[in-house]
């Protein structure tokens, strides 16, 4: 399907009536297309008889499961953008992040529950049918790694665009059996894997929550053929996960290109790219053979960009994009006062990414301008944890930085200046955040590296000064 469709609404109750027998849902709770439509459809109804008005946003704050994906069509169905929000982040911080979307209705796992329980409904006449190629469909949020996350705008043509580019890399076909195993609140499962396959008529799965052991037999007992994964699960599976687990698998492409993973696995094909949720879900697309001299940075080379995105390195290293045709990038960030496009007066986006020209159009990702922690897949909100534990009494002065750990990812451990440190009351201050945010050891140091003008911690100094103590927490 070409990125010329009127709205991700229409088109998949136009794939329902093509290809009714499309799968859609978690592995373990499939449903075909035809039979998820007339329930999002009576969702959709119950919404609007609820009170919501088309036009009006949406959050939904819940676990991966099939009704998530009913109740995300339901939503596209009324025309109520939706907003996707990570469920574990604490309530009072997705508290102020929905601040300045001020959603007309909050949607968590009971009423995500509740998806099937409305009936069944033509979809027919249902305002989400008639949106505009433009209108917002969909908001998905920044990582907050350098302040509160962001929602950004993605408009129908938005999604559109992505699929169409990511099914070109892919070679995905109609016959496909698509697996995203990841949380459906980030650009990669629910853009390149679960609207790539809607939109392509490739059948769309996903999993209630990632697990290396139940991988393998889930990808071979489906008949699993693209696999959507992402630099933390793929070395976990290399590390935690034998070849052998894997025997009798058809996955014959993937994303993203890991040497290693492509050789063990016994997989043909692989895609690496660029992206963000700002940069058109992605902006540069490379597909490799896995009888090509890959290289170790595979997962790094974005390739060639997209023909309705344009590409510069600035003086600086950073990445900036700009949209040759309307729709390929993100709308903008929603604020109190509206929505901030983000441009510069040349519609230049600033992606805050490093990156490097290899010849006149193949970009390769260096790393992360910002100063960054992921932990499982997830990345910290660094602004808020050191928010949380400024209320510790006998904390002089603290930062929030990382360690590598031993298996995949990094660690959180927080600097702390403070004689004695109250490591009791530190314990059950961090108790109180998501396992992913938690400080697992504490270094005293007699002083944070701070910015002489502005007084900003230099996190990237903070493994250089001389520790007092450490403290493991776990």
């Not at 590598?404 to 660690?411: F, R, T």
Request: charged share 20%.
């Amino acid at each position: 399907m070409g990125h010329h469709m009127t709205n991700l609404a229409r088109a998949i109750v136009e794939q329902a009536a093509a290809r009714p027998g499309l799968r859609l849902g978690t592995t373990d709770d499939q449903l075909t297309l035809a039979d998820a439509v007339p329930l999002a459809a009576a969702r959709a109804r119950a919404l609007l008889g609820g009170g919501l008005r088309p036009g009006q946003r949406v959050a939904l704050v819940a676990p991966t499961s099939t009704d998530y994906l009913l109740t995300w069509l339901a939503c596209l169905l009324a025309g109520t953008p939706v907003a996707l929000v990570n469920p574990g982040y604490p309530p009072e911080l997705t508290s102020r992040m929905l601040a300045p979307l001020a959603p007309g209705l909050v949607l968590g796992a009971g009423q995500t529950a509740i998806a099937r329980t409305s009936g069944r409904a033509d979809p027919e006449g249902l305002p989400g049918l008639t949106a505009g190629r433009f209108a917002v469909a969909s908001y998905m949020h920044t990582s907050g790694t350098t302040g509160l996350p962001k929602f950004c705008a993605q408009t129908h043509d938005y999604f559109a665009r992505l699929a169409a580019a990511m099914a070109g890399a892919l070679d995905l076909r109609p016959e496909d059996r698509v697996l995203a195993p990841l949380p459906l609140f980030h650009i990669n499962p629910m853009g390149y894997g679960i609207i790539t396959a809607l939109l392509t008529g490739a059948d769309a799965l996903t999993v209630r929550k990632f697990s290396a052991g139940a991988l393998w037999p889930g990808v071979v007992g489906e008949r699993i053929t693209v696999l959507i994964l992402h630099a933390p699960p793929v070395q976990i599976l290399k590390r935690a996960t034998p070849a052998r687990a894997a025997a009798g698998h058809r996955v014959r492409t993937m994303f993203y290109a890991d040497a290693g993973f492509l050789a063990r696995f016994g997989i043909p094909a692989a895609v690496s790219a660029y992206g963000s949720t700002e940069a058109g879900g992605i902006s540069h697309l490379a597909r490799w053979s896995a009888t090509d001299d890959i290289p170790a940075d595979a997962s790094r080379h974005g390739g060639p960009g997209r023909g309705d995105i344009e590409w510069r390195i600035g003086e600086n290293g950073i990445i900036f994009l700009r949209e040759r045709e309307r729709g390929a990038l993100f709308d903008g960030y929603v604020t109190a006062s509206g929505l901030d496009p983000a441009r510069d007066a040349d519609g230049w986006f600033d992606t805050g990414d490093l990156g490097r020209a290899d010849g006149e159009d193949y970009l390769v990702f260096l790393e992360r301008a910002a100063e960054s922690i992921r932990v499982k897949g997830e990345f910290v909100p660094i602004p808020y944890v050191e928010n949380h534990l400024a209320t510790v009494a006998g904390l002089r002065d603290h930062a929030v930085w990382k360690r590598k750990s031993a298996l995949v990812d990094d660690e959180v451990v927080l600097y702390a200046v403070g004689d004695p440190l109250p490591l009791e009351q530190l314990r059950q201050r961090i108790a109180d955040l998501p396992a992913f945010m938690r400080p697992v050891a504490v270094a005293r140091v007699g002083a944070l590296p701070r910015d002489a003008a502005a007084g900003k911690v230099q996190r990237r100094l903070l493994t250089e000064q001389p520790v007092l103590d450490w403290v493991e927490l776990s």
